[in-house]
């Protein structure tokens, strides 16, 4: 499984951004597609997850209701639509393949087996 993020930039609080993640290879509709991130001088932390299938999401409980996961399958792409960013939002955000325990684990970067680049999102105050 490959893994490509893109759509990291600058942008103003309050403001919205959409990163995408290009996955190819073999993909199976029980992996789940996960995004992180990681602000500088701090640890990564979960952001969202997907099932390939785009059946189930699950959400970090402080973002959920500004960001929104989902996948097109016809593009063999996962999202991450992020609305009203505060500049804490900032950070380097990574794609992340999990393909052996579902759901089990969704937000423990350990679990994940594959990942993309990051890519940067800065949010100006």
């Known amino acids: 499984v490959q893994l490509q993020a893109s759509g990291g930039g600058l942008v103003q609080a309050g403001g919205s951004l959409r990163l995408s993640c290009a996955a190819s290879?073999?993909?199976?509709?029980?992996?789940?597609m996960g995004w992180f991130r990681q602000a500088p001088g701090k640890e990564r932390e979960f952001v969202a997850a997907?099932?390939?299938?785009?059946?189930?999401?699950r959400y970090a409980f402080s973002l959920k209701g500004r960001f929104t996961v989902s996948r097109d399958s016809a593009e063999n792409t996962i999202y991450l639509q992020m609305n009203s960013l505060r500049p804490e939002d900032t950070a380097v955000y990574y794609c992340a393949a999990e393909t052996r325990s579902g759901f089990s684990y969704y937000s423990v970067d350990e679990y994940y087996d594959y990942w993309g680049r990051g890519t940067l999102v800065t949010v100006s105050s």
């Open positions: 290879g073999r993909i199976n509709s029980n992996y789940v």
């Open positions: 997907i099932n390939w299938g785009g059946s189930t999401t």
